[in-house]
């Protein structure tokens, strides 16, 4: 019954202060992966340098269909963005096979492999490839097509702490191409730890918090 309905049949009582607990979710921690992809996991994020105000958040939405692919879908939000991937997961590690932004979808074609097998990690590896892009818009048309070539380096593994959280991670260096106007940077360095995800993204962006934790090892 809400608070409306009880004031008005109680006239006569002292108002009374009702307090509504918040909403929270909290994931298992057995239920994450080494890169993690289940369902109804949250992280929040900040500029690298600003005040935890104000920060972006990206969730795990689950299973989807992406072009006829049946992928995971992470979505973005936050300051006026919004922006949702589509990868698999499997043996090989992540796969990229596309995005969408507001009146924009991106495909790749072969995926862009975005991180490798769990157990290749370490100092001076790399991998690179390269993928078939295409660009359409709100109307579906192809506005650009090209090709992204990448590469990757792991040139460190190292503690951080952010805020009041530390993590070990391995410090990534990630150089990108294309022919169809620079849809990313050349060069970004993000920083990936086991079981978390990036606690540094390719965009700068510092982990503030997340809704799961990681059991000490």
């Known amino acids: 019954m809400s608070g409306f309905v009880l004031g008005s049949l109680l006239v006569g009582c002292a108002p009374r202060q009702v307090v509504v607990p918040p909403v929270t979710a909290q994931t298992n921690a057995s239920g994450v992966s080494f890169y993690p992809y289940q369902t109804g996991l949250v992280w929040t994020y900040v500029p690298e340098g600003e005040p935890n105000t104000a920060p972006y958040v990206l969730r795990t939405l689950g299973p989807t269909i992406f072009q006829g692919?049946?992928?995971?879908?992470?979505?973005?939000?936050?300051?006026?963005?919004?922006?949702?991937?589509?990868?698999?997961?499997?043996?090989?590690?992540?796969?990229?096979?596309?995005?969408?932004?507001?009146?924009?979808?991106?495909?790749?074609?072969?995926?862009?492999?975005?991180?490798?097998?769990?157990?290749?990690?370490?100092?001076?590896?790399?991998?690179?490839?390269?993928?078939?892009?295409?660009?359409?818009?709100?109307?579906?048309?192809?506005?650009?097509?090209?090709?992204?070539?990448?590469?990757?380096d792991v040139q460190d593994s190292r503690q951080v702490k952010v805020g009041n959280a530390t993590y070990n991670v391995f410090v990534v260096t990630r150089q990108i191409s294309d022919d169809v106007g620079g849809l990313f940077p050349a060069a970004q360095q993000y920083w990936f730890a086991p079981f978390v995800g990036d606690v540094r993204t390719p965009e700068a962006l510092l982990l503030t918090a997340k809704n799961f934790e990681v059991k000490s090892k």
Not at 107 to 122: F, G, I, K, V
């Open 69 to 152: 692919e049946s992928v995971y879908a992470t979505q973005l939000t936050g300051r006026g963005a919004e922006q949702t991937w589509y990868r698999n997961y499997d043996a090989s590690g992540v796969k990229l096979l596309g995005f969408t932004k507001p009146g924009v979808t991106v495909m790749l074609d072969p995926a862009w492999q975005e991180a490798p097998p769990q157990n290749a990690w370490r100092v001076g590896l790399h991998w690179e490839g390269s993928s078939k892009i295409k660009v359409l818009g709100e109307d579906g048309k192809v506005a650009a097509a090209g090709t992204l070539k990448y590469r990757y």
